[in-house]
Structures are given as C-alpha cells and as structure tokens.
C-alpha cells in the first residue's frame, strides 16, 4: 500500500518539476504550510477529501490516486534503521548529540512528559547569513505530561 | 573517558539540584546559551578554558574534572540505535517521517548539500497555547553544499 | 540513572516481599492504581513529591531514594530489542500478529491519528473463568489525531 | 504464500472501501467480532470453511481465495522488528514501559506462567470524553501456569 | 534479578560437583523430572516452597537463596540472539531446517494453533546405539487451537 | 535456486491439497517418515534419484523439478534470525529456556561434544490427552564427543 | 529514485567499457576530477546542467536520464552496513583501526570539531614502488570547528 | 587484553597531556610516523622491544607496560559498528558515498584486487586555506592482485 | 551487476549438470585449480580474458556473458551476516571457537601481521578414512606484517 | 563461567611469555597437537583430568583451575558477530568469497552433507616462500551425510 503511495510521490515530483512549481507555490494552491504539504505529497501524511481533490486536479491524478492521498499511510519509510544519506543522517546526529539535553530541558520546563510528535507542526526556511545561509528548522509540539492515575 | 565525563555529568546535575538553579541561570552565569550549556554539562560539547574555570568554581569541581570539561568527547551516547526513551524516540519518529520531506526541501531552496550539524545552534522554548502549552525547538545550521571537484 | 531506579525497585520488591503487602494494598496506601504503581516502583514512571514522601514512609527509604522516585526516568529498559522473556515476549507477538488490525480499526474509528502512550491509563484484572481464569488487560489512551498545518 | 494473503487483504480493503463498510458491519455479516475479522481479513487468522465462504460471497472472491483465507498464515508480517509506524510502535512503547509491570503483577495474582497470546480474544472501541475522545482496547487472555514436572 | 539466579545457579553447579551427583539423582531427591530440575537449578523455572527447601537443604543454601529458587525468572538468557555454542546452535539450526515442517504438520493434525512452550514436559535420554549412542530427546506440549471469536 | 525449491514446495502443497493426501500418507507412498518426507518436499532435504522419481509421478512434476528435488539445498530459510510466526517462535524460546539445560545434561551424560543436527532423525504425533490432545516430538542425534588431537 | 540512478550508471559503465574509455578520459572531457566524476556517474553526486548536458552526449542518453544526473541522489547505497567486498571492507577496517587516531590528531590540531565531508575532495593515483605498486588516496576537507554558543 | 591496552592508553594521553608535547613530539622521540605513534600509543599497534622500551622511559611505564605495548593487540575497538562520533562517522560516510567509486577506480588502474589495509601507511597534516584550513589525509597501501590459480 | 554473475553461475550449473563433468575436469580445461575454478564460475572471481574465452567456449555463453566472467565482482554474497546453511555455518563456527587460536598460533610464529585472503590459494579434497572419510581443506595465504612507519 | 576460562587464559598466556615457552613446546609437553592445546587454554576445549593435572603443574595452577580446564566451556566468544581484528576477519571474509564454493565442492564429491566442526582436527604451518613466508592451515572434518529416514 506504501508502494503505492512512494510511485505516487514520485509522479507528483515528476510533475511539480514540469510545472517548475516550488513547494511554497504548491503548499499555498493547497492551502496547507509547506512542510506539511511536501510530506503529504511524499506519502508521509494523508489529506482530507477536499485537500485531495485540489491536488489530483494540480497534478492531473486518477480518481484512485486522489483517494490513494487520503489514505493514512504506514509511516516511517527510511530504508535503514540509521539512515545513509548524509542530509538525512545530521538529524540523526543531532539525536546522538543533543538528545539527552533535550530531555533534561523539556523536563525541567514542563515536567515529566514528552513534547507530541502527532500535535505538530513545523516551517523550513531560509536565514539569510554573510558567512554561508543557513537552514532554519523549528518545531513546536503540545506537551504531553505522563498521566499519574 | 565518556564514562569519567558521564560520572562528571551526574555530579554536575546534583549539584545542580541542591542548588536548585535552572539551566538558564547555569547558561547566564557560563555566558552561553541554555542549550549549549546543558550539553556541554553532560559531556556532549568541550569548554573554553575560561568556560571549564567558571564552571569548575560553580559546580566545585576538581581540577582533573575542570579539565576534563574541556576535552571533546566520544560523541553519540544513546543506549540503543534506536532510542527506548519515549521523549527521545519521538524525534526518531520524526526523522523516519519527515526526514525525505526535509531533503526535497532542503534540497529545493538551497541546491544538493545538507544543513550542518556542527555550524549548528539550537533555542528550546515553552510557546503558551490555551489548548495547552508547546515545546518551541529551533534550529539553525550552516547550508554546505556538494563541492564539484 | 536508570541503574540506580532499578537498583531501587529491588530495594523496594524486597521490602514488599516482607511485608506481605500486594500491589493493590500498596496502590490503596499510595492512592494510585496498581498497575501505574507498580510501574512507578519498578522506575517506569515519575512521582509526586507527596507520593514519593508516602512511598519513602512505607519502605523505609533515605531522602535520597525519595528524590530519586521522584526523577523522570530514562524508560524503556527491556535487555534486549525483541524481549526473550516468555511473559512479556507474548505482548510483542501481539503486535506482530495484530499490529496492523489495530491500525485498520483506529484509523476506520478516529480517522489519521495515533492511540497516545502518554495520556493512557491502563488496568490489570484476574476475570474467573470455568476453563482457566484469564487476565484481562484493558487500556484507553486519548486519540491524538495528525494535524494538517 | 503470505505474500498471497497480504494480496488478498488489499482486495478485501478495495471492496470494503467501495461498499463502504465498517469493519462492525462486516463482523456482523461473518458473525464473528470485528477485531478478529479484520485480522482474518488482513491475512493475520484462518477462517473456517463456512466464515470463508461467507466471506467469499460478500467480497466477489474467487474460489482459490475463498480457500486461502482458511489457510493459516505465516504469522507476524511487520517489515522491521521495531515498528516504524507511529501509531503501532506506541504499542511497542508500551511493552519497554510496562513489560515489568504487567509481568509483575501478573506474576503476582496468578503465579510462574503467562497470558496466552493464543486462548486470547480482544475488543477495541471508542470511548467518549470531554477532553477528546479515547481508544478503549481490552484482551483477555487464558492464564497458563508453567507445568513443575 | 537474574543475574543473582545466574549466581545460585553456579553455587548448585559447584556443590552438585562436590558431590559427585547426577541430574537424574538431584531430580529423584527433589521429586522432579530430571530435565525440569535442571532447568530450575540454571535459573529458567520457579520452585514451589516445598520444593525450593528440599533443594536448600540439599545444596545448603542460605534463606534468601530458598528465597530466589521460587522466584518466577526473566527468562531466556542466552547471550546472543543466535547461539554461537555449537551444542545449543544444533538445535538453531533444527527451527532454521525443520521450522516449516513442524508447522506444516502440526496444522495438518491439528488445526490452526501452536504447540504450548508451557504446558509442556520433556525428557532427555542416551539411547544406546552400535554406530554410536545417541541423545534422544522427547517433549510434548498441549497444542493450543487459535480462538475464533 | 532456492527460489526455485521454494515455488516447487508450493506446487507440491497445491497438488496435496487437491489429491487430499496427509503427509502420512505421501510419505508412505515415498518410503520415507513424514517428517523427513515433508522437509523435502519444502525443499530444506535433497531426494535420491528413486525417490525424486516417484515423487514427480506422485505429483506430475516436470524434468526439471523432479532433478531440482534431488539437489542439496541452501538450507534455513526463515524470513527472519528470530522467527515471527508464534508457532516456529515456540521452538526458539524453548531454547532461550532450556538451551543451557540441554547443554548441562547431554555433557553429563556423555562428555564433551554435540548432538549431531545431520545424523538426526525426528518424529512427531498427537499424543491423545483428556485436557487437550498434545504433539509429541521426538528427536535422537548422534553424541559427536569433541576430539582431543 | 535511486534504483534509477544505478540504472543509469550500468547504462553510463556498458557505454564506457565499449568506448574504451578510463575514468581520467571521461573527467576530462567534463572538465571534473576522475573521482567525482566516477561518483557522479556511479549517482553518488549531482552533476550541473551543463555537466549533465555534456555527459548527455558523451553516452547518449535520453532527456530523462540526462535530467537524472542532476537530481541529489538518496546517497549511501552499500547492502549491508558492514561491507562484504575485500576492496571496500579494507576502508572499513581502517576506520575500526585509525578512527580513535584521527579523532585524536585531528583535535590536537585544529581543536573540537570535524574534517567535513562535503566541503571536500579527493585524488586516488598510483604510485610506482618497486615492492609492487600503490594505491595513494588523499582527502583533504575543510575542519569545521564545534560552535560554542 | 585489549582493556589492558586502553587503560594503558589513557594513561599515555594523561602523561602527554601533563608534559604538554604534540604527537609529532612524540613520534620524533620515539623514530616513527605521528599516525603510527598515535595509534600504537592509543592501543592499536604493536611496538618492538627497542621502540617500547623507549615508550617506557618516555611515560615513565611499568616493565609490565612496556610489555604490553610489545603485545598485538584485538584491534576495531569501537563500540557500535556504525560509529556515533561524528568526527569518525563522516569517515564512514565516505565509504558509503565513495566505496562503489574507489572499487571502479582501483580496478580501472590496477586490475581485480584490493588496496591491502597491513601494508599501508598515512600521514595527517594541516593544509591552510584562506577559506577555513583543511584537513589532509593521505594513505598509500600497497596493490595486492587476487592470484588465479 | 552481482545479480547478472548470479544468473550466469547458475547458468554455467545447468550446463555442468547436463555435460557430467565436475570441477576437476572443467578446472583442467580452464587450466586453473578447481578451487579456483568453481569460485570464478560462481561469480566470485574474475577470470583473464583468454580464461573466460576457453569458459565461453566449454559453456555455450555469449559474448556478453565471457565479458561478465572477466569482470571483478562485488564479492560476498552469502544471504545472511551469520550463513544460516549448516555446511557454510559450520566454518562461521570454527571462526568462533578456534579464531583467538590462530590469531595466537600466527602471531608466535611470524609476528603482528594477517594471513593474507588475496595472496591466498586453496585445496578441498578426499580423505579416506575407515570410520568415515574426511573433507581436507587447506589454504596457505601470504604472511602480511603490520608495517611500523 | 565461560569469563573465568577466559580469566584462566591471560594466566596461562602470562606464565608462557614468562618461561618463554612456544605453544609447540607446550603442545610437546601436553602430548597434544599445537592447535588444539591452544584452543584448550584459550578456553574453547576442554582436557581430560590426566592433560588437566599436566597443564596444572606445567602453569602451577590451582586445583580449582584444574578443575576449570576440565569443564566444556560455553564456546564462540568472539566479542562482535562480524569480528573486527583484521586477522580474524579474513577468515570470514573467506567463508563470504568461497562459502557457497565449498559447498558445491564438497557436495559435488561426497553428497549432500557437511564437514563436521566437531570431529575435526587442524595444523597451522610456516611454508617457507621466497616471496614472502605463508601461512598454511589444514583441516580434516569427517564428512556427515544428511539421513534420509
């Protein structure tokens, strides 16, 4: 079922590089952020049936593939446990580096709990930068305190 | 040598605890960000001399410990490839879902090359919401593109 | 960290031994469920400092150990990624053999989203039966559904 | 074989889809419960000759299907041993929380053995709540004492 | 935990070379069979209270090591998940060579369900034979059917 | 080329299931036992030339299968180091369970060596029991002593 | 997407074998270093537009391939994460064996940090010795400092 | 043994420190390469008597130290196999983005056979660069052909 | 490319299998050892040009298929990190029992180097014995030292 | 158990550098061959009393080491599944390149089964070469053909 979804994506591509559209221009066609929107178009989140619509009428789809959009996916499709590629691996790194320090932060600010990785949401933008620009990645996700019943 | 420096971590957070300081307090008094202090405290970053002193006086440590906050370290101390710690999984989960999003993003706007995880700061903050307050994680790295040789 | 919580929770299976006391009374005392209590001795879960000051009365703890109860653990410590054990192992092949049925069913329910791990109470019951008393497991956790941003 | 089921399965769900049935509506017509029906459906159970033929007649099956579904199955199909899926690995994360736990207190009220994960049966639903809807999921498995020979 | 039953286990071993016993003879003192005794003195079964005397006295062990034999294990301590000690890896390679076949004919005879790994006995035995002696190891489990629910 | 073996077991399960035969009885019709006969037949034994023969006959096989029947396999093809399917995982944690049991016992009784896993054969029946009827399998190996040069 | 790109190498190797053309011919005709050139081809880099034009012509692709050499590619595409070929093992090996060296020396020179792997070239040339000829490889990568922040 | 050869690291590392000489000091103390002092000194190489006595009085080692340094030691000391430090993971990287184009280049020039890993040596220098300095690794490792036999 | 050897090895058995001939006699047409032989034909050697004519010839292959034999192969193909096949597993055993052996037994002799496994040839042969005749394997690979620079 | 053979070791190893003895002078005096008593004090064999008492007198062990070097041991200790000693791991780097050679060898000449790991006896040699020494190493196993019952 993710198959599909993955030839899906890459017909999406296939078309977004014809149309020479960017994913700002596509994720404001569709009315979602580009973040959210590029995931979608990747497999990674479904869209409501309106959501769909709009994009198999941008990307010319068959009716399966606009439902094929709706469907929640089976998440979580690196090919490796610790991922190869180099862009992919940083984040990873980051992880390794930095992520008892996320938990001893998190927990001294909210107590015990975690930060949702379901109540999300993310931007990815450019910062401009006389010694190279930088990428600029922020989250923001509900905290969730562990229920003590 | 990550064990000395893990050791020297838990009396760091000890000390830390009677004193009941908070990380940004630490981070004001070392003249760095919370982020970065939190690291390095627990042994994922290497302080300046002047650092390592002033860290040496609040926490009363040993000059073998003074010393041993300066020395870089075997970075990447998880238990397990993949993270057991549900606060830390979830930025696992992340990677596996947004991970190929980030890339084509990534790659749209800045061209074949990855977002550093050296050239790197982060900020991590509480985001009021009614609905229940957010983490608010951000971070920025240097853009490095593919050389073509 | 973690070795000193699990250390704690033999200290604390001990004293439980002598005392002759079962969960469910030592849940009574710390006006908790048992299955969240016992979870919490055995350094699965943090305490309130109330609780945590209840708990050092009942097994004699020091003032560390109460502290202790108290901190946010490092969870998830199964020895081994697909348990051996044959008790806990048959939870796993829960999931293998039902992981994709539970997915089907929540998502036909509740639409995209997940089952949260964090706001989740969870009980643990002996229900007689002529052929053989069973256990029986219930579990409900608050629907978190995928935002689309 | 499996491969045949995992096929199948994708045949069921298209037809389910266009008829738009729910898994209740379909457990109704099997007369068998929905979380067992959707788990025969998905290739993970075997039906007997009777349910497989009722359930040939509602999905337009040919008559090798009808036969496969009351093939047992190789069992356990997830693509990784730690699931990837957030939806599903939360149940995994439940195992590295509670797994002690439940073997605790199982251990406890019933003696040396397990809950069988095959005498098992399970219901799943939804259970209303002001503060956001909650999955209620419930097993009762046969305890088995280990035998002392 | 275990690793105190690891601790007796080998505090049995020495005392069972001390005096010159043989599992067969342990087994007949502690009323058992010769397979299960050994297993419960490794570690892998829990005694009854009546049983876990006979065996500190027989051993002499102290009252906290009466204690642990009745202890339900974590079981399954082998210390990789493919066994490199030729005598346990033969019996790896049997599931690895034999695993669809068993399968095959335990569905045969027997329907949709598995062969208990707990109400299940063994025995272990030398049957003479003029091209060399051969082990001859029997076990019989309960076959468990799936319920159909 | 163990694909190969593979289809052809499926081809042979097909025409079983067609004829209705038992293993007992194919095996019979093989001279061989079942056990061995249906390890063959799912490609993890090689067959003389006389009973590749008469095994085409039995299941109208072609040239090339009944030649590709006769060739030793790649053997030990379960899909995964830690078979999945709760019937084949039984085995595996009988001997997480007993595998050091069984390593104490043989080296008793007959020294230091193994049981051979080649020089083996194997039966397995229903054993009838007023609780449940159980399967009963029986193993003996040759005792290979551990050579001394 | 990958698939693609070693398709296309297998494609670029076949056209390269019956041109009889070396690595350093080909670099030279699109004025690039033979190893990145080799890289690229292998869909390890992504090469300009022009560059990608000019490779075009060299081997006669079709507009989609020649499209294809431009994209980033999901790098890191070895089977197993421990390499199996001797050629490629050897480097593996040299990391296991020099890699605590390098991190050692590397700090002492420039400090806390890393070599980059991306800002980074490299040459691989024979050199002529009479004991038998040599590999030389030589990498020289930008050292980025750690930031401390 | 190998812990021996670690503990006695750290204790060369401590020395140097103390003393404040470089690697290069060291190497031309002791009349070899800084990369093969570095890495015997750290535990990975075996030193002559003559270069270990010199060691000795250096550091100021036991006799039983200077011995040790004499011993060949288990080499590949990392604790995961896919490296966590990011210093020494983008050596591995390397190998996953390179190790297909060093196997097409080496055979190109040299013929079927690897770049031998024992007959190899290295050297690890500074190379200014107004953009930020670089580092640069050479390694020369002598062509060894596969025979035919 | 590896597939394509795999393809043609299996070729080249069909071919074997209907001429009769073994390796000894296709080794002596090949003037090569039939080690050597049977390994390039698998595709995990690489034969000279006027060697892969004479094989072209024997075994009916095209043009294309004698420049497959020619070409190096990305060698190591066994399915698994640990072989599950018992005949392959067994030398993956003798590795664990006697590797600390030879690696002791190689460093008395000739000191801190390897046995090369590319300056390496090999013999399997009969062995007649009256208790049952023996495989004899023998290889003599070239001594390596580790070079001190 | 297995940690105190292997404690045993580094004292036998110790006294051997001492007295300066080689393992064929040790081998001499234990009247056994050089591999296997290696392997015996490495801990992966295990002596009779009679070669025990010899080795206890030869080494001034304990009667409790004695006793040790009597005990069959858990064998396979190497510390990773895919060693990482480059000495060590050319042997496996054999079994990945001519693993299936042999197969099909040995089969080819003795039918389906294996060379037995158990009934095995080896040499290591120093063959004298102009072009460099060799190692040679012999094994002979006893060929095992696989029952047909």
Redesign the interface.
Known sequence: ?NDAKTTLG?KILAAK?QKKW??PEIAAKLE?????T??AC?G?????EA?AKKAGKLFKLTDDEV?LLRE?P?????????????????????????????????????????????????T?E??A?Q???????????????????
Chains 1, 2, 3, 4, 5, 6, 7, 8, 9, 10 share one sequence.
């Open positions: 079922m890459h590089k960017t994913w979602h952020s580009p973040v959210w590029c995931a990747l990674q989140m479904s869209m409501t959501t439902e929640p089976y998440r979580g499709s690196l090919p490796t446990a610790v991922p190869t590629d180099p862009l992919i691996y940083r984040f990873y790194e980051l992880i390794q580096v930095y992520g008892t320090t996320w938990k001893e932060l998190i927990q001294e600010e909210f107590g015990d709990g975690i930060m949702s990785a379901i109540e999300l949401d993310m990815l450019r910062q930068d010694k190279g620009d930088r990428v600029r990645l922020t989250m923001t996700g509900k905290f969730l305190p562990y229920k003590r019943y």
